[in-house]
């Protein structure tokens, strides 16, 4: 009788730590309000998307790769992507018009503030990255190295509205938490 009670203890347990873990997942995502920079991207979207060469390539969509992330890798995938904007996608961007220039800073500074709650949440062991959030990343760098530098910025930043629903998304439902 009392290895019963301390194996239904043991399991409860780890229920109780699993699901702390998947609640520590999802806080990490509860301050990213995309509002803003969905605004901002959609005042610019038309213009950079003009822009874009390579209408039948994606970086983003290609072989669902978003769509297949799971939700235990949901911020890491979000981490990664947000170093890939921040650290390829702004600064490979030359951007003549000043008024684009305002919308992108103001993205590139709401992403930068993002990465840095995640840092928070990765320094608490709250966003693991597995192999799948790893080859997804690779497959996103690799669409991108695929083509020349200005023309893979275009192309990813006319698909950052690809990036913003499906942070949305994964965001639902996690404000209350």
Known sequence: MK?????L???????????MRTRGLRRCLISMDIHHIEEAFQEIKKTIQAKDTFQNVTILSTSETLHSIKPLDVCCMTKNLLAFYVDKVFKDHRELNPQILRKISSIANSFLYMQKALQQCQEQMQCHCRD??????R????????????AAAIKSLGELDIFLAWIDKNNQGTSAA
Request: charged share 20%.
């Open 3 to 7: 290895a019963q009670r301390v194996s």
């Open 9 to 19: 203890w043991l399991v409860a347990a780890m229920f109780f730590l699993g699901s």
């Open 132 to 137: 799948e959030a790893t080859n997804a990343t």
């Open 139 to 150: 497959i996103i760098h690799d669409n991108y190295d695929q083509l020349e530098v200005r």
